[in-house]
Structure formats: C-alpha cells, structure tokens
C-alpha cells in the first residue's frame, strides 16, 4: 500500500490561476520558459485548471522570434524561475505584465508530507531502510 498524501499551493500561485482565468476572451498570455517542457507543463497546468478563451504564446529562450511575439503581443507574461534566471524579464517592454510562475507550496503540505513519511517509517521500518 502506498499512502496518498496531497500537497496544497500556496496562495500566490492560485492567485495567478484564477487571474489568468479571469481575463477576457480573446487574450493573450505569453509563456516564457528555457525549455520547451517548461512550457507544456505550464500550458498543461492551466488546461487542468480550467483556462479558457485565452490564448497561449510560447516562448523558450533563446528563441528570438518567439521572444519578439510574447512582447509584442501578450497581455500577461508568465516567466518560469528558469527565464527569470537567465534574465528575460529585461528582454521585454512593460514589466506590469510579468508574473512569475513558480510551484510554491503551502508549508503546511509539507508538514503533511513529513508525518506521512514517518508513519510509513514508524509502520514498516525494514522496508524505509
């Protein structure tokens, strides 16, 4: 038996779930990611969360075609922890659109996590070794 533990976001990054699902149809979110992964799983992230109407534009570093477009047409831009890193938010005009996407965590759920694991030690000690 594997026990299931469930890990709460913290509230700034559902903040930015529901202000992306809050804008009109029709607009437009760039995603700026250093890689094309970076990007899938943030567009798969808000497709599970609901997102409609809102038109993602990607943009992987280093690509300066993709880079252009984001900034010339976005209405919000997401900058994963990788693209604030190497910089890019200084590659764009209008620094109100920026958020910063990143996976924070509740420290409650990781309270959660570390009792779940010393229950699992505590149960089967040979098998945590």
Not at 18 to 33: Q, R, T
Not at 55 to 81: G, K, W
Not at 84 to 105: Q, V
């Amino acid at each position: 038996r594997v026990p299931v533990v469930a890990m709460l976001v913290g509230p700034g990054y559902m903040s930015l779930i529901h202000e992306i699902g809050a804008l009109g149809p029709g607009s437009k979110v760039g995603v700026v990611c250093g890689s094309q992964r970076g990007v899938e799983n943030i567009a798969e992230v808000l497709q599970l969360a609901g997102t409609t109407g809102v038109e993602l534009i990607p943009a992987v570093a280093h690509t300066e075609a993709e880079l252009e477009r984001v900034d010339r047409e976005a209405d919000l831009v997401l900058l994963s922890r990788e693209a604030m890193a190497l910089g890019l938010e200084t590659r764009f005009e209008r620094p109100d659109r920026f958020r910063e996407w990143s996976y924070e965590f509740d420290p409650a759920a990781f309270e959660i996590l570390r009792r779940a694991i010393e229950r699992v030690a505590v149960k089967e000690p040979a098998a945590a070794e």
